[in-house]
């Protein structure tokens, strides 16, 4: 017999993978970044493959050959042949450079404003700002000091009619 809240808590996981799921392709440069390493294999696979075309010997005879060497060249499988020409050796040595550097800074760029999120938060900015003019009190005037005075009198108002609502 299965145990009544097994099903709520797989929803609840899924759930929570959805969230960090949109999370992670909103407000981090994922998507535009894959954007970018797709249209840069098929063009680097495209200028490798017309610079093999012309070479006798060669291992590439079509560009799905080229894409598959692209991506066997890049993730450093030690798979890939061995370019004829010099052309290819040199879009492929670029090829292997940019493709690597992208595809591991967009790991690292995602992951760094994934976990960066919530200090980038409104509120945060908030407290900080708050803080910041606090260092700041001796320097300011005392119409600056009524107008903050007036600002935290409105603040706490607001704060005292949240908890009210919350408390209904």
Do not use: C
């Not at 909103?26 to 490798?48: D, G, K, N």
């Not at 042949?81 to 591991?104: E, H, M, N, R, Y």
């Not at 001796?138 to 005075?149: A, Q, T």
């Amino acid at each position: 017999m299965k145990k009544p809240g097994l099903r709520s808590g797989g929803r609840k996981r899924a759930s929570r993978l959805l969230r960090f799921i949109r999370t992670v392709v909103v407000h981090t440069p994922i998507v535009q970044m894959m954007f970018l390493l797709v249209f840069l294999w098929l063009v680097f696979s495209a200028a490798f493959y017309l610079a093999e075309s012309k070479i006798e010997q060669t291992s590439i005879e079509s560009y799905g050959d080229a894409l598959y060497w692209s991506v066997a060249a890049f993730s450093t499988a030690g798979i890939a042949d061995t370019p004829k020409s010099d052309i290819a050796q040199l879009v492929g040595a670029i090829w292997i450079v940019v493709g690597s550097v992208l595809f591991f800074g967009t790991i690292v760029a995602t992951v760094t404003a994934y976990f960066m999120r919530p200090m980038q938060r409104p509120a945060k900015r908030i407290v900080d700002t708050i803080e910041y003019n606090l260092e700041q009190l001796d320097d300011l005037s005392i119409e600056e000091l009524d107008l903050l005075k007036d600002t935290v009198d409105t603040l706490i108002t607001h704060v005292e009619e949240l908890k009210e609502r919350r408390a209904k």
